[in-house]
């Protein structure tokens, strides 16, 4: 009992630790940039997630990508590692609501390849900028478009390529490509390697997301969304971090269109950054020796589970009072695409 005991005040104090260490705070609506006072990025153990939370032009992809640039720039300006788009961003996360056929082929269109000029400008950004960039767009893809993003290295490559797993089928998510994986990449930052993985959006809402990218290693987990945020799924993504002792970061579209509330958490779940409502860089700084500390010692995570009596999560089983209807009218089926 008295190691026991020992070990759970040891975790207690590394808690606190990484709760102390977390140096940005909320910032209310009015405030249009957040980052720390003391600029933790300078010092090696601090990893700068520059937190996007812009209003897009429409679906004009051009445009779009001008305003990322400046937002690229800012941030460089003021020491990121990495620059995470909200959802979509090539075309403002815009949908449709008319499931026509001649509508939706129309939406489609709008799709970019990952080796095409939009995301060609992106690249060259990041090698001359020496930031990292979590571009998010419409991209084309066999048979339908995914709704993916891209990580793109401080050299311009890029280092992952990930597809919405969990589209919004209720929506007009129902015509895209879902995802196939779960990737986490080893991102080289000046600060050394980092494990990042990426989710996007209503992935969040799903446990397994999180925790697929925590088994395959992930230190920072990167989410571009476009929803409402309230408190309950603000606490949800809160408890990602916790149950899964990964840091979690997260950009949303700002009022008008959504409501903002760009948020971070460090792997204890203590709050990094919180934005308001307005447009804004919102700086999180993930301290990584303090995390990679916690991780290690951490009651959570992969510490203590029993994945052997985890079966029935992967077996199909009659979804009864839970079977849905997909956007086009068509019964859900989770593995049909």
Same mark, same amino acid.
């Given at each position: ?94 949908? $449709? ?139 949800? $993504? ?54 990679? $500390? ?44």
């Amino acid at each position: 009992m008295s190691d026991r005991r020992h070990f759970l005040k040891l975790v207690g104090t590394t808690g606190g630790l990484v709760a102390g260490q977390a140096m940005i705070r909320a910032g209310g609506p009015e405030n249009h940039s957040t980052e720390s006072k003391s600029n933790p990025s300078a010092s090696a153990n601090f990893l700068r997630v520059a937190l996007m939370q812009a209003i897009p032009a429409g679906n004009d992809q051009e445009r779009n990508l001008q305003i990322a640039e400046s937002f690229c720039r800012q941030a460089a300006d003021r020491g990121s590692d990495i620059l995470l788009m909200p959802e979509m961003w090539n075309i403002g996360y815009r949908g $449709f609501t008319d499931f026509d056929q001649q509508t939706v082929s129309a939406w489609r269109q709008q799709a970019t390849p990952v080796d095409g000029a939009w995301v060609g400008r992106l690249r060259e950004l990041a090698k001359e900028l020496d930031l990292a960039i979590a571009a998010t767009y419409l991209q084309r893809y066999h048979p339908h478009p995914r709704n993916a993003v891209s990580l793109i290295d401080r050299h311009g490559e890029i280092v992952l390529t990930y597809g919405k797993v969990h589209t919004c089928d209720f929506a007009f998510e129902a015509a895209l490509t879902p995802g196939t994986e779960w990737q986490v990449v080893d991102l080289d930052t000046k600060h050394g390697s980092v494990c990042v993985g990426a989710m996007i959006c209503f992935d969040r809402e799903f446990p397994e997301s999180a925790r697929s990218l925590m088994l395959a290693g992930a230190e920072v987990v990167l989410t571009p969304n476009a929803c409402l945020l309230d408190s309950l799924r603000l606490a949800q $993504f809160q408890v990602r971090a916790y149950e899964n002792s990964t840091a979690m970061v997260m950009t949303n579209y700002p009022a008008p269109q959504n409501n903002g509330c760009s948020v971070a958490f460090d792997a204890a779940g203590t709050q990094i950054v919180k934005a308001g409502e307005a447009q804004g860089l919102h700086y999180a700084d993930i301290d990584l020796a303090s995390l990679r $500390f916690y991780r290690e010692r951490s009651l959570w995570g992969n510490a203590w589970r029993r994945p052997h009596r985890y079966d029935v999560l992967t077996q199909a089983a009659d979804r009864g009072v839970f079977q849905r209807e997909d956007a086009f009218g068509n019964p859900f089926e989770p593995s049909s695409r």
